[in-house]
């Protein structure tokens, strides 16, 4: 077997070895097979990472930097990513299985935040106050907060930095990215083109490893101000109590079980693709998945019908195929979690419809591979509505009404989306206003822009990424106090 490539951290502008000398596999999940080696880092690393990160917001070329030139190393960044998307997508599907076709897409696309965040840069204005005391000058300054933690998940680890580090380098802030222990090489990668793209040494630094390791002293290093995190629940909590601590800020994307309202007024083949889209693209990795499909009782089983057809069509294998359309789960762990969630739809008493299994058809190989799973006679309080399985694995609920859908889609913990399907203007219209979620799509889905603020409602998350406004978030306010009288008044009175 050919040697593991083996990989380095990207620390203070240089290549980096972990300073136990410990490193991990990185596996193919398409061939289920290792094929790098990636630095296990641990605190010792965070605090080098974090110390470079300080001294380049302190001092040196960065802060030299006015706003504007932080605009034009963004979009320079951009430029250098989309000069690079396919190799970079390569090394994503090599990592994390996701298929070419969505990885390319999404590389093509990531340099937008670069150059939407680079042109955003040099126009947050602050603000002369039309102060209410006589003989005084008073004016707003937006600054940048200093060190910031990004902690990314596995299923689009470029796209989900992006939204992240173009907004906190327009800032003027400095970052250290700590990307999956299962997908890490592509931040690796993007380091390079950082440093190629002129950045100062040291303001984005990447450290690999475990989420409980160099996660965990990331979160609670005292020279970090700011947390984003994007991954699950559980562990978005633990971050959030270990970021309290210290009294950071911190912005949230977490996990969804989102739903995808089909009414019997709907374009029924622009929907039954909605569906397919919502649970199927991305081997339903996706924290938008429609995992809830809610369909009106009246058009109920001609919907499946259709939807488990169409669904039977999807050409199953290589995620380097540029026609495959359903590629293999990431990681094993997570695979192992969608085949337990297949018996937990069993014993709830769901009625497997489609699928339902371990996928071994030939084209699939030896990867970690799950037939596209669809469940009828789903009622919403079962565990496998409630619970994110983060796989193909549809439910399909029957609603009444439009009370019934809004009461269903709005029983759970979760509220990142949600998808309506009608071609009634009144409801198209009404029911986005009555769902408790931070994105609503209708007669779309899974649709994502850099000028549309995203992030979740409820458990779903904190906070928003993307838009005009999230540039502030890495920023903070000082006011300043002028005074222009020539006398100072009574000193034990407040002014
Ligand atoms: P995860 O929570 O296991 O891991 C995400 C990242 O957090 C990894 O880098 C991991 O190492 C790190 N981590 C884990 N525990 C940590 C801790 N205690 N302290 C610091 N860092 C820690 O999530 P995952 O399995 O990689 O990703 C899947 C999850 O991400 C799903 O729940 C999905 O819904 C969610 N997700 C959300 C969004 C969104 O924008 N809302 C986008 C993509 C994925």
Redesign the pocket.
Known sequence: MAALEKLSMHIDGDAAAPASGDYFESFNPYTGKPWALVPRGGAADVDRAVAAAKRAFEGGDWPALNATGRGHLLRRLGDLVAENADRLAEIEVRDNGKLIAEMGLQLRYAPQWYHYFGGLADKVEGAVLPIDKADTFTYTLNEPLGVCAM??????PLL?LAWKLAPALAAGNTVVV?????TSASALAFADLVAEAGFPKGVVNVVTG???EA??K??AHPDVARIA?????A??T??YQ?AAAGLKKVSL????KSPNIVFADCHMENAVKGAISGIFAATGQ??IAGSRLLVQESIHNEFVDRLVAFAKTAKMGDPMSPDTQVGPVTTQPQYEKILGYLDVARADGAECVLGGAKAERPECGDGWFVEPTVYTGVDNKMRIAQE?V?GPVLSVIPFRDDDEAVAIANDIVYG?AAGVWTTDISRAIEIPKRIRAGTVWVNTYRAVSYVAP?G?YKR??LGRESGQQAIRDWMQTKTVWISTATETPNPFVMR
């Open positions: 902690i990314i998940p596995w299923n689009s989900l700590k990307p999956s222990e299962f475990f989420g409980a996660g965990e990331l979160v995190f994007t991954g699950g629940t562990s978005g633990r971050v270990n994307e977490l996990g969804g996706t924290c994110e983060f990142l995203f979740g779903s998350g």
